[in-house]
Every structure is written in structure tokens, then in C-alpha cells.
């Protein structure tokens, strides 16, 4: 329990995305979860706690006992795909951990927020919860500039997608163990979390095309690993 709650994670997401294109392999989702416990675990020096209810079925009732867990979650992880966002329960999932988290210490933490989003298939934004519309999202997909087709990244597309899958795995793990940790000091100090700390200076990062992300991505790590706040941590109306 490396945020000071009973567990640190709860994955959201809809069953049929974890159901695997090549039979006998594991799903998306399920290697996402081993993936982003191991980096974790590697950046923080323990291993956290992370929970998801693997019984989801296409039939599955409300379940009580998942939601009487959310006030002893620390974060939500949101695995947003057209399956997701026509779920009843998945957006039952998402209002009901709002709701447990703003009863405790609150849906945000330093302008960070609890809900975590991981684009695994775009879709437009005015479809996703607008509980979630301000987020930024964490893409887990390209576009092709020349078909203008989607790819997952998922290593049977390919070592060039698997890559950019690592590299974007990174990316929330590092803004997972950031917020876990300050959860944490929270949690065992009555002070204002950050009230002692270097005021750390801002810079504005401009939106790019689809084409530029993974460039507009590497400059992101930068300034974050050399202790840059970047904006915007939102998105932007439109």
C-alpha cells in the first residue's frame, strides 16, 4: 500500500477489451495491468496494490461490493474504448469513484486528479463522461498520416509499436508514481501537501497534430524529468 490507502489502483474497464486477438495469448488489458505493476514497482521500490474485478461479463449486475471499495482506492485507471464509454457499469464505475473520492481527500491532488485516462481506441471527445472531459488522456493508439487508420500499440502490430507502447506505459506509470507519493504525505501530514517543497517553474507545451505526438511526447518527458510542471494539464475548450 504505497499510497497510504487500502489499495493504490482500480483498473476500470469493459471485459471484451481484454479478450485477445491471437487465441491463447493474454489480453490487452491483462498485460497492461502486469506491465504497469512491474514499472511501478521498479520506480517506487515496492510494489503497489492494483485491483480489477477480472468476473465483468456482458451480463454483469452492479456490484455493491466494488463500489463500497472506492473510498479505500487511491487512484481510478479508465480504459476508454467505444465498449467502454456503452457500458452502464463502466460509467456507473467512474461516477461512483468521483463521488468516494470527494468525500475523503478529494478528486484532485496539486491540480492532479485521482481519474486516470487511457485511450485504447480513440473516440470523440464530446463522447467520453463529462466527468472525464477535462482530462488529458493518455493515447495508447497512432493514426496513420497517410491511411488515416488507427494502430493500437500492441506488439502484434509490430517492435516499432511495441516500442511507443513502452514509452507511453512510461509515461502514466511515472504520473502514477508522482501522485501515489504525494497521496501518501497527505495522508501522514496535516500540512498543505507541497507548502515546504521548491515551487517548481511552469512552461507551456503547445497541442500538436497527430503526426507530432510522439515528438511533442519526447519534449513532455524532458521538461518533466528535469522538474518543469507542464501545461496544459487539462484539456482546452475547443
Same mark, same amino acid.
Given at each position: 500500500m *504505497?499510497?497510504?490507502?487500502?489499495? &493504490? $489502483?482500480f483498473i476500470s474497464y469493459a471485459h471484451i477489451d481484454d479478450e485477445a486477438l491471437v487465441e491463447g495469448e493474454k489480453g490487452w488489458i491483462t498485460e497492461f495491468h502486469r506491465s504497469l505493476e512491474v514499472r511501478l514497482s521498479q520506480l517506487l521500490g515496492e510494489r503497489p496494490v492494483i485491483w480489477r474485478d477480472s468476473r465483468l461479463d456482458g451480463n454483469h449486475v452492479f456490484n455493491n461490493e466494488i463500489i463500497s471499495q472506492f473510498p479505500r482506492?487511491?487512484?481510478?485507471?479508465? *480504459?476508454?474504448?467505444?465498449?467502454? *464509454?456503452?457500458?452502464e !457499469?463502466? $460509467?456507473k464505475e467512474l461516477l461512483e469513484f468521483k463521488k468516494a473520492s470527494e468525500q475523503n481527500i478529494g478528486v484532485e491532488i496539486n491540480n492532479k486528479s485521482r481519474i486516470f485516462k487511457v485511450i485504447k481506441t480513440p473516440i470523440e471527445l464530446e463522447?467520453?463522461?463529462k466527468v472525464?472531459?477535462?482530462?488529458?488522456?493518455?493515447?495508447?493508439f497512432i493514426v496513420d498520416k497517410d491511411t /488515416?487508420?488507427?494502430?493500437?500499440?500492441?506488439?502484434?502490430?509490430?517492435?516499432e /509499436?511495441?516500442?511507443?507502447? !513502452?514509452?507511453?506505459?512510461?509515461d502514466i506509470a511515472n504520473d502514477i508514481a508522482i501522485l501515489l507519493k504525494e497521496i501518501k504525505e497527505m495522508k501522514e501530514s496535516a500540512s498543505v501537501i507541497g507548502a515546504s517543497k521548491e515551487v517548481r517553474q511552469k512552461i507551456y507545451l503547445a497541442e500538436s497534430s497527430?503526426?507530432?505526438?510522439?515528438?511533442? &511526447?519526447s519534449i513532455k518527458r524532458w521538461l518533466t524529468d528535469n522538474n518543469y510542471m507542464v501545461l496544459p494539464d487539462h484539456n482546452l475548450p475547443l
Open positions: *504505497i499510497s497510504g490507502f487500502e489499495k &493504490d $489502483i482506492i487511491a487512484l481510478l485507471v479508465s *480504459i476508454f474504448t467505444p465498449r467502454y *464509454i456503452k457500458s !457499469w463502466c $460509467i463522447q467520453h463522461p472525464t472531459q477535462g482530462l488529458l488522456g493518455y493515447d495508447f /488515416n487508420r488507427i494502430k493500437e500499440f500492441a506488439k502484434i502490430f509490430g517492435s /509499436n511495441q516500442q511507443l507502447y !513502452w514509452s507511453k506505459l512510461d497527430f503526426d507530432q505526438r510522439e515528438h511533442r &511526447d
